[in-house]
């Protein structure tokens, strides 16, 4: 695909590259004239550098428009090849395996989803993650080899490598070197994320938090996590245990969040969502059991959210997860914020829903190959995660 790092020939070609590639993606079909305004390049200069990129498949001649009046000969355009190459942002969850798909700018061609039992063995999961992709790839016509790299996210901590250090939420998901099978079945770069760090990522590029560069996200269940973006960048953390606030209770041995929102003293289910919703919906209805365990799952959580937020300070807070659907959850931790931190954040709903894990896992895959593209030396002059 036209990697633009490694064997050329010099540093300033490369830099030149870039230049012209960047100043192609962002117009619309623009002359050579027009690169040479935008880049301050000479002509010379970008007629070898565009050679060189449809050389590469990355650019190509773009048709002339129908209709336009002419007079003399017209001016060449050239285009970015969105359709070069494709990415996959694949969610592996407890209950289901949902994938996008895209061209190189990340504009989704198609989707898919199929529901997986939480109680399958990792290698029944594995099988649907692949299944579910090969579907998506077929049913759009899309060559496996034509895939250049795939984002995939999922519960648990995740090690740089793409090994799952530590999965309460999947069985047989701790230790599994996820990223390492995964690459042997697409053959291609695969990057892997938290979940919540997914979805963090995922509003920050096209969600709640456009306009926001130091944001928590909070993926909001019986264990919540939270992903958060310091100065437009993810934290990590060390060994990418940032953000597992669903933990906290521990520090003080308090009940765990199974029990707290229990009606009956019998734990739920970590993973029973709907038995969660219901006791929700009990607690609009008024019933007071089920008032008072939504009362103490909300202290909880804000008590947890405001960990983070007297860490990190962060402009804007954005809750997601099964809670983004459920009423009742902005106006305590608005308040409870309030009185607990020093400099209260934004607090809002997930604009990007249930899609939020899958379109951070597909701007991964996509933040990967823009470093391919617009690498000079190891310095990636594109936005990273």
């Known amino acids: 695909m036209g990697r633009l790092t490694g064997g050329d020939p010099s540093l300033l070609r490369r830099i030149n590259s870039t230049v012209v590639l960047h100043a192609l993606r962002a117009a619309d079909s623009p002359t050579l004239t027009d690169l040479v305004q935008v880049t301050g390049l000479s002509r010379p200069t ?9 050389e590469a498949g990355l650019v190509a001649e773009a048709a002339a428009g129908e209709g336009a009046r002419r007079q003399g000969r017209p001016a060449r ?15 592996i969850g407890p209950h289901r395996i949902a994938a996008l798909l895209s061209d190189l700018s990340g504009r989704v061609l198609d989707s898919a989803q199929r529901p ?42 995740v090690e740089a490598d793409g090994t799952v250090r530590l999965s309460t939420a999947l069985p047989g998901w701790t230790g599994l070197r996820l990223g390492e099978r995964l690459r042997r079945s697409f053959r291609c770069p695969v990057l892997v ?11 920050h590029w096209q ?97 947890d959210v405001a960990a983070l937020v007297l860490a990190l300070d962060p402009e804007l807070v954005v809750i997601g997860g099964w809670a983004a659907g459920l009423d009742g959850v902005l106006k305590p931790l608005r308040r409870e914020l309030a009185r607990y931190c020093l400099r209260p954040p934004q607090v809002v709903l ?36």
Do not use: C, M, W, Y
């Open 46 to 54: 970008v007629e070898g550098v565009v050679e060189g990129l449809v």
């Open 77 to 91: 355009r050239f285009r970015f090849r969105t359709e070069a190459g494709h990415l996959l942002g694949i969610e």
């Open 116 to 157: 997986v039992a939480e109680t399958a063995p990792a290698e029944e999961r594995l099988e649907r993650v692949r299944a579910v992709a090969a579907d998506l790839l077929r049913r759009s016509g899309v060559p496996r080899s034509a895939l250049r790299a795939v984002g995939v996210a999922g519960p648990g901590i």
């Open 193 to 203: 994320e938290n979940d919540a760090n997914a979805a963090a990522v995922a509003e």
């Open 207 to 303: 969600g709640a938090a456009t306009g926001s560069d130091d944001i928590v996200f909070v993926l909001a269940g019986l264990s919540p996590g939270a992903g958060s973006l310091i100065g437009g960048r993810l934290h990590r953390g060390f060994g990418g245990a940032a953000g597992e606030i669903g933990a906290l209770h521990l520090l003080g041995r308090e009940a765990t969040p199974e029990k707290l929102l229990s009606t009956t003293g019998k734990p739920l289910h970590p993973l029973d969502e709907a038995q969660v919703a219901a006791v929700f919906a009990a607690a609009r209805e008024g019933a007071p059991q089920a008032r008072e365990a939504v009362d103490r799952f909300l202290a909880r959580l804000v008590h």
């Open 350 to 385: 997930s604009q990007l829903g249930e899609t939020a894990i899958t379109t951070g896992a597909l701007r991964l895959a996509l933040d990967h190959v823009e470093g391919e593209l617009f690498a000079v030396e190891g310095a990636v002059t594109s936005r990273q995660r």
